[in-house]
């Protein structure tokens, strides 16, 4: 036995590694890299697309910004008289994601509270399995649920004229964006440190004073990212509002109007709007419109969740 | 015109197995394009190219695109099965769906809807991809008016049945073969004091009822012969029996003939 062992050993000091295998891993590690960078090239080339293709339209001028931001006609395939006034899409939008958000953030963040603080082991388990069930829905089928089983509802309870309007889109996207909430909120409240929930209780608090003094300021940042992924969500947010608010140009006055959409627009007009004409041109411009919308708001809440880290560590 | 086409693909299926047909949907403008571009040999459209896309055409292929009306689609007025309605003018319909139009209210066509306390009427409609919106905007509104602001527009035929069916305020226009139990067809009149007749087939092919149209096919040239093979079926008693079968109306007999001719003959170019 030893005898062997003395002659295997030499034998395996001397092997190199082969260099095919060498050139493999380096081949690899370019893969990899190129996967990391991939994110930050697609993000660029979509943005630098949908500026090509709107931008020129708006730096020749043809477009009259007033009219896009202050005017609520919308006639981009009118025969006499072509308006491309988007202010009621606008306002749609930015509509059916205050109502999504009035309905979805107490609801996101009692349920992230719950979890994090109140429930046993058990009941958490399930319950997260649930809301990633929710968030797994895809949006067409929200938009369903929208269009035949809220509209009849709304119609009944509400004696609105019509069942697809703000407030039907709203509830559709809150339920749409409240796991996004609950999984991000969770973590922030989880990320607080258990020291901080001891002290208080040390203290002679209860676990709600405990909550909403302690646990609540310490996750703020984390909390409010939170709120603004599901804003992001609802905001880009395209098929089941679509189906849902009614798609109808009009400013809205009460969440039983309809509404119609930025994203909406350009999913139900892009199909038929020839390439490079200024109907195509001013879809992008809305484009355009909503990814700063979305850039925006997502920055925002990096930057939060950044300020977050910064100061865990 | 998605199901017709559809019919039709499976049932020429059995006549001649080795022609394949793949149909796909999305409204006339989705067709016309998909022709121009080349992946699709039959665009299917319920209106007629519109100057600027003939011309795409003929920059594009070469040559116009070849028009073929294979049957009459009639519009029908639909409404609530309690409203109370029973029949209205071209001009009022006008009025409710126009851009300055001045009727916005049940109350003031004189009906008053069960169900509808807020007496506003709501305007279904189509999406601008539709050849039915474009067809009643330029038929009933006028050429060169445009829709009023608010409408409901929905993205297909069968989404307007079911909208209004479940909609006491609604009013919609769709495809007479789109009707249900849940919704009421109105009679429409040409204009006050004449007779209002309902969508029927006799009546759209007599004439009588005022908003139909008819359904086109488009091809590039028709040289094919599997394509002109497609056309003569299409034409035959089966062909058109399948027309009717999907809600639609067939060519008159007496029109049988010219639609035939029709077929080769070139798409009118407008000056």
Not at chain 1, 189 to 202: G, S
Not at chain 1, 230 to 242: D, H, N, P, Q, S
């Amino acid at each position: 036995m030893a005898d062997e062992a003395m002659t295997i050993l030499p034998v395996r000091e001397k092997r190199e590694r082969p260099r095919w295998e060498t050139r493999v891993e380096k081949a690899i590690e370019v893969v990899i890299r190129l996967c990391g960078i991939s994110a930050v090239l697609f993000v660029f080339g979509i943005f630098f697309f949908v500026l090509r293709e709107g931008a020129g339209f708006l730096l020749a001028g043809k477009l009259s910004i007033s009219q896009f931001l202050g005017s609520i006609e919308w006639y981009p395939t009118s025969q006499s008289h072509v308006r491309y006034g988007a202010l009621a899409l606008i306002a749609g939008t930015a509509s059916v994601t205050l109502l999504a958000m009035v309905i979805a953030v107490p609801f996101g963040l009692g349920a992230a509270i719950y979890l994090s603080e109140f429930c046993g082991r058990r009941t958490r388990e399930v319950l997260k399995i649930v809301i990633e069930l929710l968030a797994a829905i895809p949006s067409v089928v929200w938009g369903f649920i929208g269009l035949t089983l809220l509209n009849s509802l709304i119609i009944r309870f509400f004696d609105a004229p019509i069942g697809l309007n703000v407030l039907n889109g709203g509830l559709i996207l809150a339920l749409m964006s409240v796991p996004i909430i609950v999984s991000i909120g969770e973590d922030a409240l989880k990320a607080v440190p258990d020291t901080y929930r001891e002290a208080a209780l040390a203290l002679g608090a209860t676990r709600w004073q405990m909550v909403y003094r302690v646990l609540l300021p310490a996750a703020k940042q984390g909390l409010l990212a939170a709120v603004l992924l599901g804003i992001g969500r609802a905001v880009g947010e395209t098929m089941a509002v679509l189906m849902a608010t009614g798609h109808s140009v009009r400013l809205p006055v009460s969440p039983l109007d309809s509404v119609r959409t930025l994203t909406a627009t350009i999913a139900a007009e892009l199909g038929e709007a020839p390439v490079g004409s200024d109907h195509y041109q001013v879809l992008f411009i809305i484009g355009i419109l909503l990814f700063s919308i979305t850039f925006a708001v997502n920055l925002t809440a990096d930057l939060i969740v950044r300020g977050i880290r910064g100061r865990a560590s | 015109m998605v199901n017709l086409a559809q019919s039709w693909a499976e049932e020429y299926g059995t006549v001649e197995p080795e022609t394949s047909i793949e149909v796909s949907g999305g409204g006339s403008g989705t067709g016309i394009a998909a022709l121009i571009n080349g992946t699709a040999d039959i665009a299917n459209s319920s209106r007629r190219l519109e100057p600027r896309e003939i011309a795409t055409a003929e920059r594009v292929l070469g040559r116009a695109p070849v028009l073929h009306v294979v049957g009459y689609d009639a519009l029908a007025i639909f409404v609530h099965p309690s409203n109370p309605l029973r029949e209205m003018t071209l001009d009022q319909l006008g009025q409710i769906y126009s851009e300055k139009g001045p009727v916005t209210h049940w109350g003031d066509l004189w009906v008053s809807v069960p169900g509808c306390s807020s007496d506003r009427m709501i305007l279904v409609s189509r999406q601008s991809n539709s050849g039915t919106y474009h067809y009643f905007r330029d038929a009933i509104l006028g050429r060169g008016r445009d829709f009023k602001l608010g409408t409901i527009d929905l993205h297909g035929s069968k989404d307007v049945v079911e909208l209004v069916g479940r909609t006491p305020c609604a009013i919609g226009y769709s495809g007479m073969g789109y009707a249900t139990s849940h919704v009421r067809m109105l009679a429409v009149a040409r204009r006050s004091g004449e007779t209002a007749y309902p969508p029927t087939v006799d009546h759209t092919q007599q004439g009588l009822y005022p908003i139909s149209r008819p359904l086109y096919m488009y091809t590039v040239g028709d040289g094919k012969p599997h394509l002109k093979r497609f056309f003569d079926w299409i034409y035959s008693e089966k062909g058109q029996h399948l027309v009717l079968a999907n809600g639609y109306v067939p060519i008159p007999e007496s029109e049988m003939q010219t639609a035939s001719v029709g077929a080769v003959a070139p798409a009118q170019q407008p000056e």
